[in-house]
Nanobody, 123 residues
Framework: VQLVESGGGSVQAGGSLTLSCAASTYAFSRYCMGWFRQPPGKVREGVATIDIYGFTSYAYSVKGRFTISKDRAKNTLYLQMNNVKPEDTAMYYC??????????????????WGQGTQVTVSS
């Protein structure tokens, strides 16, 4: 699966940002999709996932602030980030897991990754 992220940048705390991930044509109908992040000097962590039926799951730290969605017509995965906080600063990655459900897996289980896009939140 080919994955290409975009939309990262610098934003002030309390602001919003939308990340996009362009995926291979068949990805959304076959695979779990997820957003992960790696803060500076820390381990990679899960942010949000979505299965082929549209069922979503979120990390507790972003629940109510971030929304994962996908547009099958555009083969694009999104992460809408609202009310961002300095602790959201990280490299954000889009990833695919080659199964259709039970997507809330660890990052080590995900098979395919994009190159990442940096998000920096200033206070």
């Amino acid at each position: 699966v080919q994955l290409v992220e975009s939309g990262g940048g610098s934003v002030q705390a309390g602001g919003s940002l939308t990340l996009s991930c362009a995926a291979s044509t068949y990805a959304f109908s076959r695979y779990c999709m997820g957003w992960f992040r790696q803060p500076p000097g820390k381990v990679r962590e899960g942010v949000a996932t979505i299965d082929i039926y549209g069922f979503t799951s979120y990390a507790y730290s972003v629940k109510g602030r971030f929304t994962i969605s996908k547009d099958r017509a555009k083969n694009t995965l999104y992460l809408q980030m609202n009310n961002v906080k300095p602790e959201d600063t990280a490299m954000y990655y889009c990833a695919a897991l080659r199964r259709t459900r039970a997507c809330a897996a660890t990052w080590q289980e995900y098979n395919d990754w994009g190159q990442g896009t940096q998000v920096t939140v200033s206070s």
